[in-house]
């Protein structure tokens, strides 16, 4: 009997891998063309904001991508791969406090109407990326971080948007670079949540 629970645990816990590494599959794939598609309209329309946004879907591609590499790897290794997405977050929060404040100092003015349609666009991707890893939010530290920088990607693109409206009103860099800001800032916060609880399952582990 109990050789048999055992074994019916262990497939369960191989379908639950296997139903991860499918969904870390598709957001993977989503966020790196994201990427390429932000980044190259966020430097056409001068935007720190879109800029930013495409940063976080190549750190998010990155994240799936360690998440994807720990995934049957034990339990020390999805806390290892939850650290290194953590300090993944901070550089690129960094990346963008710089960039932003960079934008802010020669007064660029960004175009309003690339910003606004290219971030309804990385909003509908985000949205289809957080309904995938949301049944998987509480498997392990290793898939929350991963759904965490899903969310944060969402509120993200919301502050795109509206940046995008008030830089259309007001025709001022100022509302792109205070989204530039708080993106560089919503980073390196959920940075620090994800390095936390990953040394607390590192630190449980051994």
């Known amino acids: 009997m109990a050789k048999s629970c055992c074994e019916e645990k262990s497939t369960e816990l191989e379908a639950l891998r296997e139903r991860q590494g499918s969904v870390l599959k598709w957001v993977l794939a989503i966020n790196a063309i994201m990427f390429f598609v932000e980044f190259g309209f966020g430097v056409f329309s001068r935007s720190s904001a879109l800029m930013a946004d495409s940063l976080d879907m190549l750190g998010d591609a990155a994240v799936y991508g360690f998440s994807l590499y720990a995934l049957n790897r034990g339990s020390l290794w999805r806390a290892r791969a939850g650290l290194s997405k953590g300090l993944v977050m901070a550089v690129f929060g960094l990346f963008v406090l710089v960039e932003t404040v960079s934008r802010l100092l020669a007064a660029s003015?960004?175009?309003?109407?690339?910003?606004?349609?290219?971030?309804?666009?990385?909003?509908i991707a985000n949205?289809?990326?957080?309904?995938?890893?949301?049944?998987?939010?509480?498997?392990?530290?290793?898939m929350r971080s991963t759904w965490l920088c899903s969310r944060n990607d969402i509120i993200a693109n919301v502050g795109v948007l509206g940046a995008s409206v008030l830089v259309s009103v007001t025709q001022s860099g100022?509302?792109?670079?205070?989204?530039?800001?708080?993106?560089?800032?919503?980073?390196?916060?959920?940075?620090?949540?994800?390095?936390?609880?990953?040394?607390?399952?590192?630190?449980?582990?051994?």
């Open 174 to 206: 100022i509302p792109d670079a205070v989204i530039g800001l708080s993106i560089s800032f919503l980073f390196l916060k959920s940075a620090l949540t994800v390095v936390q609880e990953a040394k607390t399952e590192m630190r449980s582990i051994s």
């Open 127 to 142: 949205v289809v990326c957080l309904i995938l890893l949301y049944r998987h939010r509480a498997d392990d530290v290793n």
């Open 109 to 123: 003015v960004p175009l309003a109407e690339p910003m606004g349609i290219i971030g309804a666009v990385a909003l």
